[in-house]
Nanobody, 124 residues
Framework: QVQLVESGGGLVQAGGSLRLSCVAS????????MGWFRQAPGKEREFVAA????????YYKDSVKGRFTISRDNAKNTVSLQMNSLKPEDTAVYYC?????????????????WGQGTQVTVSS
C-alpha cells in the first residue's frame, strides 16, 4: 500500500511563496504519475497540478499556470509543488496523490492513494 506524507504548508502573505513536498513509499515511485489537489472549506476537491512518471510532462490548473511548478525526484521518491505569487484564493488544504498509471489525470478518480493533506493559508 502506498503511503504519502506531505510537508511544507503554512501561513504566508499574499505575493509570498511556499514549497510543498510529498514523500512516497510502498511501491515503485517512478512507475506512476503524481498529482496535487486542494480543497477549500465548503468546496469540492480540485485539481492543481500533475506530472507524468518520468517527469517529462506536466499539467496545471489554469489559475496557477505561471505561478506554480510541479517537479519530482524519482531517486528520492519525492514530488514537490513550488508555489509563487500566492493569492488569498489559494488558501486550502493541499493533497498529494499517487496515480494508477504513468500518465496525467486531472480528476480524483485517476488517483489510487492520497496523503493526509497540508494546510496552506494566504493572508491578504
Amino acid at each position: 500500500q502506498v503511503q504519502l506524507v506531505e510537508s511544507g504548508g503554512g501561513l504566508v502573505q499574499a505575493g509570498g511563496s511556499l514549497r510543498l513536498s510529498c514523500v512516497a513509499s510502498g511501491r515503485t515511485f517512478s512507475n506512476y504519475g503524481m498529482g496535487w489537489f486542494r480543497q477549500a472549506p465548503g468546496k469540492e476537491r480540485e485539481f492543481v497540478a500533475a506530472i507524468t512518471s518520468s517527469g517529462g510532462t506536466t499539467y496545471y490548473k489554469d489559475s496557477v499556470k505561471g505561478r506554480f511548478t510541479i517537479s519530482r525526484d524519482n531517486a528520492k521518491n519525492t514530488v514537490s509543488l513550488q508555489m509563487n505569487s500566492l493569492k488569498p484564493e489559494d488558501t486550502a488544504v493541499y493533497y498529494c496523490a499517487s496515480g494508477g498509471s504513468s500518465g496525467i489525470w486531472t480528476t480524483p478518480r485517476g488517483y489510487a492513494s492520497w496523503g493526509q493533506g497540508t494546510q496552506v493559508t494566504v493572508s491578504s
